[in-house]
């Protein structure tokens, strides 16, 4: 069987690593939607506070899309690039992949899009850096 590269975890580490606790379900033992992003807004704004050097907000969530389950005991690992910069505005992509405590095979399980601005000491958006391009000579 061909691996296509949608069935490898991004390169590098993780924003956020965790496992799936018991505390974390519904009723029925599913890891609540919610929970897993909020471990993604924590990966996103992680990337977003060092881009901007300070504090940062999340303003909108684009595209969450939820591809499989994640259950007890998972390990959940958070990638999160930035891939674009504005005035004072952040985009960042954030995947989230599962793998179970006996197995070395990882999931995506969901991704999506967040959007954070950059705010000052007065709560008041300011300015970023720009994306920095990589060029190969």
Do not use: C
């Amino acid at each position: 069987m061909a691996v296509s590269f949608d069935d490898l975890p991004p390169e590098g580490q993780p924003a956020v690593r965790v496992i799936a606790m018991p505390a974390d379900t519904n009723p029925y033992g599913d890891i609540f939607g919610g929970w897993l992003m909020s471990m993604m807004d924590s990966a996103a704004g992680s990337v977003a506070s060092r881009h901007s050097h300070g504090r940062a907000v999340t303003i909108a969530v684009e595209g969450m899309t939820f591809h499989r389950p994640v259950v007890v005991g998972d390990e959940v690992s958070v990638f999160a690039e930035l891939v674009g910069v504005g005035r004072t505005s952040m985009k960042i992509a954030v995947e989230s992949w599962r793998r179970t405590r006996h197995d070395d095979r990882s999931y995506k399980v969901t991704e999506a899009i967040f959007t954070f601005v950059a705010i000052g000491e007065d709560r008041q958006p300011r300015r970023v850096p720009p994306l920095e391009t990589v060029t190969v000579e």
